[in-house]
């Protein structure tokens, strides 16, 4: 005799995180948890979620919650983050504390677009004369305007070529910026501000200077902490 079963779906908690498939840096976009309860009951959940290196939220928002979800319903969660750095990211799945779930996916993939602008400067010193070479290089992925102040020391004189330079890099593009000082003495060459300007932000009517945070980490990090 042949039997015929029809197999019988495994109830679960359904969790689902979705975000904007393209963010600009430094704007904020929405990142949403929505949880489905196909059980017969409440259910409790403790969940706790985290972001890739330099995607950021609010200091405030610790990404930890415990609620519960009614009978055959569903719950969304959601809270707002913005990218300090252009890049591809994926986002993980939240962390929950129970066996019965089941994720959408196993991550969420994020494009951020914008520019990045990288400062090297190196030096080569013979005797009490010191060329020096700042290099500036694009590698974000949208093209930038790069606006440079450098500086030097009281016992330092510049004898040939500029400090303050502007310039356009599109994605990957480098420039180099060379002079020549004549120093008196043991000294320490201070860091360059760079200031870049995106189309975007011009679009806006508004600039922003991004510190780098190889070269102003106190300021970095008071402004993102």
């Known amino acids: 005799v042949n039997e015929t079963f029809k197999a019988v779906e495994e109830k679960k908690i359904r969790i689902n995180k979705t975000t904007v498939e393209c963010a600009y840096i430094k704007e904020r976009f929405p990142i949403k948890i929505s949880i489905e309860n196909e059980y017969n009951d409440y259910v409790s959940i403790k969940m706790r979620d985290s972001l890739p290196d330099n995607i950021v939220t609010d200091p405030y928002n610790k990404l930890t919650w415990t609620f519960k979800v009614a009978p055959m319903s569903s719950k969304t969660i959601t809270y707002t983050v ?21 994720f959408g996916s196993n991550n969420t993939s994020l494009l951020v677009i914008g520019p990045w602008v990288d400062v090297e400067k190196k030096v080569n010193v013979n005797g009490n004369f010191v060329e020096v070479n700042l290099t500036i290089k694009n590698t974000g992925n949208e093209s930038v305007r790069v606006y440079v102040a450098d500086f030097i020391p009281k016992n330092a ?30 000294t320490t060459l201070p860091r360059a501000k760079v200031l870049f ?7 806006k009517y508004f600039t922003e200077d991004i510190m780098l945070p190889d070269y102003f980490k106190e300021v970095f990090d008071s402004r993102y902490a």
């Open 82 to 102: 913005q990218a300090l750095k252009p890049g591809e990211y994926v986002l993980p799945n939240p962390v929950v504390n129970r066996s019965d779930v089941s």
């Open 157 to 186: 004189q510049i004898l040939s070529g500029e400090l303050n330079f502007t310039t356009t890099l599109d994605v990957n593009q480098s420039y180099s910026n060379v002079y020549t000082l004549k120093v008196n003495g043991d």
């Open 197 to 203: 300007v995106s189309g975007r932000q011009v679009d």
